[in-house]
């Protein structure tokens, strides 16, 4: 089978190259050396970018005289599993899973993908999640045996992925601890092998470590590991996730009824989203924009003439934003006493599948709270404690914010009628 690194290797001296020329500014000559003396195995970013540095394809790279078969699959299976992220149709994102399980199925059949390189476990590892994806198998057991595996092939970073990976499974069902202690083991992996991890997969990880520390409000390690991830990205100059740690902060002194942190943030996410020029970012900054105007400025009209100005979502990816935007254009429309229009922005109010973070999940419950409130303005007493009793419920086990009050102040208000 194919070594990649000895290719790389190859590759590099034919075209009299040193390390520091092939390795650029996203490699350490290092890493790049313990890649080709079969090490460490580079992640597919890592690949594609020596690939440049030689100017040549990556399929050239993963050209072998025995795996041809498997190199071919996996690219074409990386380039379906990039489309993923992308999906949040149901239907659209089950058929997609379907065509990457039904391409890797033959080989798993035949016998072929016994984990001895790195292109056999990455394929398992897309095989076993498709399943999972697809509720063919919910167990975790393989991604404990692909974790083991690609610690055999020296794939470090790839092992501090699915350790990230098994994190998000437990998220998606609330249970917070068993989702830490699978970041925590995965931290192990840093401590041991740290040189030979990709910085990206680090900050991944401290960045999961720290949402998952505030989604079980334990504030002094959530600012802990937020550091630490910060001096990496700082340190590194690394662009990546960066935005993200400024949308996390901005959130949660904006909680806290921080103003002047809560601007400071509110202006690295804008100089963010001007660089990026991406739809997605563009419509996250418009919403800790009004996030901010209700919370910290209290100018519920000027959200109102944002909602006037702003174009309506219409790509399908951006959807699972719509249920914050209505829930804040609610809300200001609730402090100026316009209740009917409150109630229209609501209409199609519910609990969406993709977010499961307390801080997110506090701001549904606050919308249906609004919505409650509205009902009980014009007399549906019926509606209004079947919303408050359901945002209650929702919300019982969370810690206090100005969200959480928000809910039960309505609900001491509509339940003693």
């Known amino acids: 089978m194919l070594n990649i690194g000895t290719k790389i290797k190859e590759l590099r001296k034919e075209r009299k190259m040193t390390l520091a020329q092939v390795a650029g500014d996203r490699l350490s000559k290092g890493m790049l050396s313990l890649i080709e003396n079969g090490k460490a195995q580079p992640s597919m970013e890592s690949l594609q970018h020596i ?29 379906l599993r990039a489309q993923l992220y992308r999906e949040m149709n149901k239907t659209k994102l089950d058929e997609k899973c379907e065509d990457i399980l039904h391409l890797i199925e033959p080989l798993v059949e035949e016998g072929l993908l016994n984990g001895s390189n790195y292109e ?62 699978y970041l925590l083991e995965g931290e192990t992996y840093i401590k041991r092998y740290g040189g030979l991890i990709d910085e990206l997969e680090k900050l991944d990880l401290y960045y999961n470590i720290t949402v998952v520390y505030s989604a079980l ?11 630490m991830a910060l001096k990496i990205a700082k340190e590194k100059q690394i662009l990546y996730r960066l935005n993200d740690f400024y949308r996390f902060l901005f959130v949660i002194h904006c909680s806290k009824g921080d103003a002047e942190k809560s601007r400071y943030y509110l202006k690295k996410i804008s100089a963010f989203t001007e660089i990026l020029e991406e739809p997605a970012e563009n419509v996250i900054e418009q919403l800790m924009n009004l996030i901010y105007l209700n919370q910290i400025e209290k100018d519920y009209e000027e959200v109102i003439r944002l909602k006037r100005d702003e174009a309506p979502i219409t790509e399908d990816y951006l959807s699972p934003l719509k249920v914050f935007l209505h829930g804040e254009y609610a809300y200001a429309y609730w402090n100026l006493q316009q209740y009917e229009e409150a109630k229209k922005e609501l209409e199609t109010l519910k609990l ?58 309505a609900y001491g208000e509509i339940m003693g009628k």
């Open 51 to 79: 690939a440049n540095q030689l100017d040549i394809g990556v399929s050239d790279l993963l050209q072998g005289k025995d795996d041809e078969k498997i190199r071919s699959l996996l690219l074409e299976v990386e380039q």
């Open 120 to 181: 056999e476990i990455r394929l398992l590892e897309n095989y076993y999640s498709m399943r999972y994806l697809l509720k063919v198998d919910v167990s975790i057991t393989p991604f404990l045996k692909i974790i083991k595996m690609y610690e055999k092939v020296h794939a470090y970073s790839k092992i501090i992925s699915v350790y990230s990976g098994l994190c998000m499974i437990k998220f998606e069902q609330h249970l917070y601890e068993e989702a830490l202690d």
């Open 217 to 227: 409000n334990n504030e002094k390690k959530m600012e802990q590991y937020l550091e």
């Open 352 to 409: 969406t599948e993709i977010h499961h973070h307390p801080i997110d999940l506090v701001r549904i419950y606050r919308a249906f709270a609004v919505r409650a409130l509205c009902f009980l303005q014009v007399g549906d007493i019926e509606n209004a404690k079947r919303d408050i009793l359901y945002a209650v419920d929702g919300c019982k086990d969370f810690s206090e914010t100005p969200e959480k009050r928000f809910v039960l102040d």
